[in-house]
């Protein structure tokens, strides 16, 4: 099994110049026709393993791979994602995860619900497992916790629809938080360590534009709850809602790159550990230099 080549003791460790943990860059590889950005741009192979090679080579810390679109149903994406089969996920990502493992050296994490996906993954290398159902699934939390992979709980509620009562909060940001650690001890109890769960607090998914910019301007009180936190704000559909263009349209998903640099930003600024992003060097950037500001603010030189 090469699964233990790629294991860690928990998120990456390192610091910048004022001390905080470094942010890690998360390259989005989404091998499916459908997702809300690139759907279709990777569904071939050849093309797949280019883009794997590209993150890499752009400065991705990890590469995340997907073969199931999660785009929530609601009026930006309509009925939402397609269900996909378990042999046709396996299909989709096999090749890409080997290719990132043992070709590029690449640190993997897979985005998948399901336990058989998560297990072929972990057996060929992958380090993480990206779970958009909260930790809902008992099997998936079993198998991560087996492989002693690192694990990322994504808020969600339902298929993560953006309907009434899904989007129901009284304080979006203290039951997301209360919900996410909820998912942290179930985790927990499955036999995953602590120190290797990251929360996410899943910006889009079950949220209204308003609450979205409120989790992300509000990232440093997911830090405070001492877990590495994840954010994926890049390209999403309340970056169109927040910054229409000068005609009022509605910025497609290639054209939220300026929007998704904001968010990165405030999410550095405020402790974020991680940042899920489709262009990894231009957020690099922003990371990097987000890290120097924040730097300086607190009175050391980066």
Known sequence: ????????????????????????????????????????????????????????????????????????????????????????????????????VSVLGARVSVDTTKPGVARRALAEGAAIVNDVSCGTIAELLDVTAEAGAELVLMHNRGRGDVSPDNVRYADVVAEVIEELLGAVQRAVAAGVREELIWIDPGVGFAKTAAQSVELVARTAELVATGQPVLVGTSRKSFIAELAPAPDGARPPPMERDGGTAATVVAAVLAGARGVRVHDVAAMRQAVRVAEALRACSSGRAA
């Open 1 to 100: 099994m090469r699964g233990n080549l790629q294991r860690s003791t928990g998120p990456d460790r390192r610091t910048d110049g004022d001390g905080a943990p470094r942010c890690q860059i998360w390259g989005v590889l989404n091998v499916t026709p459908d997702s809300f950005s690139d759907g279709g741009l990777f569904l071939d192979r050849a093309a797949a393993l280019t883009q794997a090679e590209h993150l890499v080579r752009s400065g991705a810390d990890v590469v995340d791979v997907g073969g199931e679109s999660t785009r929530p149903a609601g009026r930006e994406y309509g009925s939402g994602a397609t269900a996909v089969g378990l042999s046709e996920e396996l299909r989709r990502i096999m090749p890409v995860v080997e290719h990132l």
